[in-house]
């Protein structure tokens, strides 16, 4: 579990054993049901996790119903990092979709990454970077996407996900009813054959 964020962060920066060693300390092991939340909207962000093995949701509340606007998995970072930062309430949830192995870490431990190791800072923002790209493409798909454009961007985002996604998960993110969803599919697989 360790080795693939260690690898993940690797990426970023060139990691000493002194860095490696305060990394693997300051995660820790946690495991998630399928149905159970990482994080439940009213509530404060208290960890990031690296997603090691399994699958969540994003969603918010509209409307009276649930609306997802996102799915993550392996060798990802999940949090709501605006509530884990300023140790505000979120508006969001994240929930298991599958059986999930994470690696999470609170605020003062990854601000004592930071201050004290000499890559902390620079994988820190590389992994924001990475995040703000993920959700200004959302805004971007919700506001300049009609419902068939959006489904063609999921299956384009999450094309080896598909068949862990159940289909009512699918409709929401695209912004329909799963009625609606097996007519935008089929539509859909017309325009490709």
């Known amino acids: 579990m360790y080795s693939e964020l260690l690898r993940i962060l690797g990426n970023f920066a060139n990691l000493d054993e002194n860095e490696t060693e305060l990394i693997k300390s300051s995660f820790k092991p946690h495991s998630l049901l399928k149905g159970e939340f990482f994080l439940k909207e009213g509530t404060v962000s208290r960890n990031v996790g690296f997603l090691h093995k399994g699958l969540v949701r994003y969603f918010v509340h509209k409307d009276g119903e649930e609306s997802t606007f996102e799915f993550t998995s392996e060798g990802e970072f999940i949090g709501d990092y605006q509530s884990f930062r300023n140790t505000s309430v979120s508006v969001q949830n994240i929930q298991a979709i599958e ?3 994470l690696l999470i870490i609170d605020y003062p431990n990854i601000q004592n990454i930071y ?5 902390g800072n620079l994988i820190g923002r590389q992994i ?3 995040r703000f790209e993920i959700m200004v493409n959302q805004i971007l798909e919700v506001y300049m996407q009609n419902h068939i454009d959006r489904y063609k961007s999921f299956i384009d985002k999450y094309y080896g996900l598909t068949q862990r996604i159940p289909q009512y998960l699918i409709a929401s993110y695209v912004g329909v009813k799963p009625e609606s969803l097996s007519r935008i599919r089929r539509r859909f697989a017309k325009n490709i054959s």
Do not use: Y
């Open 99 to 101: 059986d999930c192995e």
């Open 128 to 130: 924001i970077t990475h």
């Open 115 to 119: 201050n004290t190791t000499k890559n």
